[in-house]
């Protein structure tokens, strides 16, 4: 293997958003940071049976549904 090519692997702190947190190996930030997740398992739509709505982001949901409104007749 080439020296010096890999990332830093390295424990980490991922809190869910209901609070709850595991501790996991990742190349993400520093040993020790905490990734906070906005979504995850027990609130997205394709795990929840989709009673829940995703957060728009930058409009994006609201521009693709104003872009394609009449786009069925509906």
Do not use: C
């Not at 520093?30 to 906070?36: A, F, H, I, N, P």
Request: aromatic fraction near 10%.
């Amino acid at each position: 293997m080439k020296q010096d090519i890999h990332p830093d692997y390295h424990t980490i702190t991922v809190k869910m958003t209901d609070g709850s947190e595991f501790i996991t190996r990742s190349t993400y930030g520093s040993e020790g940071d905490v990734l906070q997740l906005d979504i995850d398992p027990s609130t997205h739509p394709a795990w929840t049976g989709g009673d829940r709505q995703l957060m728009d982001r930058g409009g994006r949901v609201s521009r693709f549904k104003n872009k394609f409104s009449g786009f069925l007749g509906s």
